[in-house]
């Protein structure tokens, strides 16, 4: 491009060129008048690269505030890359290079930032979209940013490529978020056992000198017992819920009732029987069956006297003692 006077006389595509009046009409007849035609001019020549220059770093230089549909009010970051191109070397030059003899893209980097953050941000907050939505609208608000700052910037610039690669929530909505992801994981109560234990394990292989050895494996011998009691404990609570409004009366059936301990005796060599406590506690009262007797049941490895059977204590126990002798 050249330039006299701060003003551009013309701009030429990349390639080689033999400057005569034919280039430069305009501006030879206005230069050389005075010289007769006859005297060269004197003029500035400034090279723009067109390149696509990639890998541009942005990113939002503090918090800011966005409305959400599922947390209300909260404050993020953002960053990302981009690409751009110059598309119009005359307005560059007029609008930022000015006369400088250099311009390069670490000149321009914070004006961009600055577009690139005010379009982001109204981009966010016209969207609409939760916090849990970003990843999954990521590629969607970056094209949509992207048009949005083509359409604005009026520095002879066109962003060819523009990405959002984090977007950073606060660190106690990320706690609160995680806090839940590990609620949900306790819906399956074997599959948070089994990631809790190769958690200890790995923690354990990774730190010989503090907690490893034999101490590790106590400890994570403790944290499965830990472990097996909260789930039986959790499983006693859903059985209770579950059982909640079917006692009888509500349609239910009640289960039966466990079956009575009954005794076969051994009365004069003769085995009798088999009877249940409260007859063997009639026949005690009468004097029928005392301690010595011998008894047996299903499971009993053998006969036994009957007062070494701890069962039937409550028999001896409801019988009088025989009254005191009479003076």
Known sequence: MFVNEGEIGDVFQPGRYELTTNNLPVLTKLKSWKYGFDSPFKCEVYFVNTKVFTAQKWG????????????GRVTIRAFGTYSMQVTDAAKLIKKLSGTNGEYHTDDIADELRSIIVTNFV???????????????????????????????SDYGLTFTKFLISSITLPEELQKKLDEGTGMNMLGDMNKYQQMSMADA???AASNPGGGGGMEGMMGMMMMNNMMQNQQMMNQQMMNQHQGYGQQPGYGQVPPPPPPMSQYYVAVNGQQQGPFPLQTLQQMAAQGQFTQNTQVWKQGMPSWAAAGSVAELSQVFGAVPPPPPPMA
């Open 60 to 71: 939002t230089p503090s918090n800011f505030y966005v409305r959400d549909q599922d947390f």
């Open 122 to 152: 109204s981009t966010i907050g016209e969207s609409g979209k939760s916090l849990l939505d970003f990843a999954a609208a990521q590629s969607e608000m970056s094209k949509a940013v992207e048009q949005r700052i083509n359409t604005e």
């Open 201 to 203: 394990m790995k923690a």
